[in-house]
């Protein structure tokens, strides 16, 4: 099956700090990929969509500046926290447009950010 | 705007016992995807099952199946012979024909199956 990767799985840093996280899709072709952030025990809310080869779509209220994404091949899309505070810790997770009927989706294991 | 409420925060069944958990969902689309996904203790995010809007007739999936009740706006998971491994929090998802990928999630239901 359509399997996604996403590293790192956790990442402790300073604020200050700008992190890269990595989603990948390993056997499959993602044109279409996005980033939700979850807070404990809440539903997924999402950030924005990675499209291949264009700019990202981002929600509403979600600083593109701040939330760097670039999805530059048809299996990999990153996302760049820049300059990352402790406001900005959560679990971040991506997930790639599966094929199919419904295009379901296909998650990453998730990224545990925490800035100190 | 689509919205999506899963009204029970928390529910616990007994396993080998049967659960259903609610999902109702607001749109003014006629064709749509609807979906419930798990997320186990390990965080990643699974499909369990999936319904398209213009079949009548319920998903299943094994153990799983939904009740789509397309007037009232309704579509429930039940869960049969429950497993310690159906633990999880597990979200209801919608999607519509014109906004394809893009889902739109429920607040999420944790389920704890006791032994």
């Known amino acids: ?116 | 705007a689509q919205t999506v409420t899963q009204s029970q925060p928390e529910m616990s069944v007994q396993e080998a016992e049967t659960v259903t958990l609610s999902c109702t969902y607001d749109t003014s689309e006629n064709n749509y995807y609807l979906f419930w996904y798990k997320q186990p203790p390990s965080r990643q995010m699974i499909l369990v099952i999936r319904q398209e809007a213009y079949k009548q007739q319920n998903a299943t999936e094994n153990r799983f199946s939904v009740n789509f009740q397309k007037a009232a706006k309704s579509f429930s998971l039940k869960i049969s012979d429950s497993q310690l491994g159906d633990t999880a929090m597990y979200f209801c998802a919608f999607m519509t024909y014109t906004n394809a990928g893009k889902s739109t999630f429920g607040d999420g239901t944790t389920l704890t199956v006791k032994p």
Request: charged residues 20%; glycine residues 8%; neutral net charge.
């Open chain 1, 1 to 116: 099956g359509a399997v996604v990767s996403q590293h790192p799985s956790r990442v402790i840093c300073k604020s200050g700090t700008s992190v890269k996280i990595e989603c990948r899709s390993l056997d499959f072709q993602a044109t279409t990929m996005f980033w939700y952030r979850q807070f404990p025990k809440q539903s997924l809310m999402l950030m924005a969509t990675s499209n291949e080869g264009s700019k990202a779509t981002y929600e509403q209220g979600v600083e593109k500046d701040k939330f760097l994404i670039n999805h530059a091949s048809l299996t990999l899309s990153t996302l760049t926290v820049t300059s990352a505070h402790p406001e900005d810790s959560s679990f971040y997770i991506c997930s790639a447009e599966g094929e199919g009927w419904g295009k379901p989706q296909h998650f990453g294991d998730g990224t545990r950010l925490s800035i100190l």
